[in-house]
């Protein structure tokens, strides 16, 4: 076979997640166990993740989805109601608002870090807005004191979308989910962390965490009967098995945390003589990105989709990521559309993730950089 053949079907793909021993020991004790949900597993995965993020609590479900659904609940948004958040985003963080009946309404993001611009966000503060939703996108933290600030002054509540930045750490040195204000995770397989799906919300307090779980188990409070429900709720629940991947992969995420840096290191050195080519900031005073996705933003005029066709035939996976939001159409009809957001736009038409998860080498990663080289017409 043709060397360069060979070595195209060796494919890099886009995520991998590192599952091991310690993954399977959990998961099969909990398989012997014979309760397979609402067990003990559950609770232990809550109890270390909290301490691992250093909160007194949080709240396991199904998926980030869910957990943003169940904050928005608690913050009691609703219909007529309008929240500011983040054109460039995962759909979530504007379908979980309309689920309440409640209106996204949408603010440009900052140049540099690609999160929700506090002054933007400001300027579309209006009679309605009861709050604030910022996304703390591919793992860099938000400007939380900007935006806490402004919704000290207008009475607004805050919900954080953590789900890519399970890690990172904010411009006054916390955790971000460590804050005070509700919080949201997601353990998707291409996280920091996974349990294949699910989800993990920070509460404020016991009392809305004793809400939280009633709400994702169906309305039953914990201390009622099996088919006794005292409030509307939802089928959110995770089962022990997905709990038992959450376990061991807490005990290990400050490892899977530096590995992940090392591979950015890497991506950084290597394509930083790619002329046009941005790759994403690391840190910023005090700020430090969890690293979620890799993902770069191709020279101006760069035809992205023949980038990404010649990536794949030469067996590296890339994807355009991420698309703005309020131009999908269930939230064009909203009544937005092209041009209103153009810092989000821009970043929405040249950005492209690369293969990224803790256990690529420098063999992987080279090859990554010099196939884009070659796709970019760059190549020696």
């Not at 629940?237 to 376990?247: C, E, N, P, W």
């Not at 420098?362 to 190549?379: F, I």
Request: proline fraction near 5%; charge should be negative; hydrophobic fraction near 45%.
């Amino acid at each position: 076979m043709n060397p360069d053949t060979q070595r195209n079907r060796q494919q890099v793909p886009l995520a991998r997640p590192e599952l091991g021993a310690r993954e399977e020991e959990l998961v099969l004790a909990v398989l012997r166990s014979g309760q397979l949900s609402l067990g003990e597993m559950g609770g232990r995965f809550e109890r270390e993740f909290a301490a691992w993020l250093g909160v007194e609590d949080a709240v396991m479900v199904s998926s980030g989805t869910a957990a943003l659904h169940l904050g928005v609940r608690m913050l009691g948004w609703g219909e007529g109601d309008e929240v500011v958040t983040s054109p460039f985003s995962f759909v979530a963080s504007a379908n979980c608002l309309l689920y309440e009946g409640a209106k996204p309404v949408f603010a440009d993001v900052e140049e540099e870090t690609l999160d929700l611009d506090p002054a933007a966000a400001a300027a579309a503060v209006g009679e309605r807005t009861v709050g604030l939703l910022p996304v703390h996108i591919f793992g860099f933290p938000a400007a939380m004191p900007g935006l806490e600030a402004l919704a000290q002054r207008h009475g607004l509540g805050i919900l954080e979308d953590a789900c890519e930045a399970l890690g990172a750490i904010d411009s006054e040195g916390r955790k971000v989910g460590a804050r005070g204000n509700l919080a949201t995770f997601a353990f998707y397989a291409n996280k920091q962390m996974t349990t294949g799906e699910g989800g993990m919300i920070v509460p404020r307090d016991p009392g809305e965490a004793a809400r939280l779980r009633s709400e994702r188990n169906q309305g039953r409070a914990v201390d009622m009967g099996w088919l006794d429900h005292d409030r509307l709720g939802f089928n959110y629940r995770l089962s022990d098995l997905a709990a038992a991947l959450g376990v061991a992969q807490v005990e290990k995420l400050d490892s899977l945390l530096a590995r992940r840096a090392a591979v950015a290191r890497m991506y950084e050195q290597r394509l930083a003589g790619l002329e046009g080519v941005r790759t994403p900031v690391a840190s910023r005073g005090a700020e430090v990105r969890s690293w979620f996705v890799y993902t770069v933003r191709l020279p101006r005029g760069a035809d992205r989709d023949a980038v990404i066709r010649r990536l794949a035939g030469r067996g590296v996976a890339s994807k355009a990521y991420l698309p703005c939001i309020h131009l999908f159409p269930h939230l064009r009809e909203l009544g937005y559309s092209e041009g209103q957001f153009p810092v989000a736009e821009a970043a929405a038409a040249d950005s492209l993730a690369l293969p990224f998860f803790p256990a690529m080498g420098e063999a992987q990663v080279d090859r990554v950089c010099q196939e884009l080289a070659a796709a970019l017409g760059q190549g020696s």
